[in-house]
């Protein structure tokens, strides 16, 4: 083997020394409050029985991995969402860095949530816009970078998560439309992620042309792989064009695409929903008495304990007692705001979820 950079070791040396290394891991054996399946779609078997073809696309969508298949699965979504038209996209990360990369211009500005996922910030830093980031969930923030940076920008783009990832809460959608529509050319740009599924289509549901794009990612609630971006048909064709992260690149095989399809026949028979739903609120009604917890309706759900080494050792602690759960350290989050994020599903137990609380009430 050849020999590697210093700098390749050196980082990786200053990681170990913070405890801040990054590695990974195969044993996910035991209580589940770790992967984003929210719904079992996946754990619970229900979308690879019913896929057929294994093989692979062949190609790019624009040489040959497009097909009547992906074209009609894309319709589908469309309606289900309530939108003009659905791009796919190979994974969430590929459609937020395609979209955020293209369509905002050198003299256009992005102003996106402080805890907007990365996928979202490498696409804008991709672009040649300009971009400021606005305090979590602050209204009157974003309102004041509005006012200081109206008529200096031909389009404003303001890019939220209607679920964050890393604390389970909402963004103020309906406030930030309000505010929106006092200003010209400002568009908003919805990252759907933690929300389709958990929320029914969505929390856009219902105000859809509010929202220039919606971003459906498949590898939460659906349970499965791929993307797709929710606009109007010009988006569509625009994205065709140029964002790079759909043109080059191979096309999702057709099992891909079939369980994309059966997890939206799946969300509209509606049985997993209630199971989940009913698993949050019993989490909730456990937890009310535990002040660290930030506030989320969401299937995450985060216990803020302030500092690296105590969520590490409550992640540990818990693995010792067979359940899975995910400590999320700075630099991920800012420093003093460290927490350990459990992720809800349909299929975990209440007696599951009773002895994590129990654990969890004794710290
Ligand atoms: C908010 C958000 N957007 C996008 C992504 C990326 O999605 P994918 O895992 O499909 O690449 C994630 C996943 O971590 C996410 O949490």
């Not at 949530?113 to 980031?133: P, T, W």
């Amino acid at each position: 083997m050849g020999k590697d950079p210093s700098n390749i070791h050196e980082a990786l040396q200053l990681r170990q020394e913070t405890n801040l290394l990054r590695t990974l891991s195969k044993n996910f054996s035991g209580s589940d409050f770790i992967s984003n399946d929210y719904l079992g779609f996946s754990k619970l078997g229900l979308l690879a029985k019913n896929s057929s073809n294994a093989s692979g696309s062949g190609g790019s969508r624009l040489i040959s991995g497009n097909s009547e298949f992906i074209e009609e699965t894309e319709k589908k979504i469309a309606t289900f969402h309530k939108g003009d038209s659905a791009l796919i996209f190979n994974s969430g990360y590929d459609a937020n860095v395609g979209l955020f990369s293209c369509v905002p211009q050198k003299n256009d500005l992005v102003i996106m949530d402080e805890l907007i996922h990365a996928s979202i910030y490498d696409g804008v830093r991709l672009s040649y816009a300009k971009h400021y980031k606005f305090k979590h969930n602050d209204v009157n923030d974003l309102k004041d970078h509005l006012e200081r940076h109206k008529g200096s920008f031909d389009n404003v783009f303001i890019a939220v998560e209607s679920v964050y990832s890393m604390d389970g809460d909402e963004a103020p959608l309906k406030e930030i439309i309000k505010l929106k529509e006092k200003y010209k050319n400002v568009f908003i740009i919805v990252d759907e992620a933690h929300a389709i599924g958990v929320f029914g289509r969505g929390l856009c549901a219902g105000l859809e042309d509010k929202f220039f794009a919606r971003v459906y990612t498949y590898g939460k609630a659906m349970g499965c792989h791929g993307a797709a971006i929710v606009g109007t048909k010009e988006l569509r064709n625009y994205l065709i064009n140029f964002a790079r992260s759909f043109i080059y690149t191979t096309a999702l095989p057709d099992h891909a695409i079939a369980n994309i399809s059966i997890a939206y026949d799946l969300l509209k028979e509606n049985k997993q929903q209630p199971l989940l739903r009913t698993n949050i609120d019993h989490f909730l009604e456990k937890v009310k008495d535990i002040p660290a917890f930030i506030k989320s309706r969401s299937a995450i759900q985060c216990m803020v304990l302030n500092n690296n080494k105590k969520v590490t050792d409550l992640e540990d602690k818990l693995k010792k007692k067979n359940i899975l759960s995910k400590a999320v350290k700075s630099p991920t989050v800012k420093e003093g705001s460290e927490r350990i994020r459990f992720c809800l599903h349909a299929y975990n137990t209440k007696q599951e979820i009773d002895t994590l609380v129990k654990v969890l009430k004794a710290e």
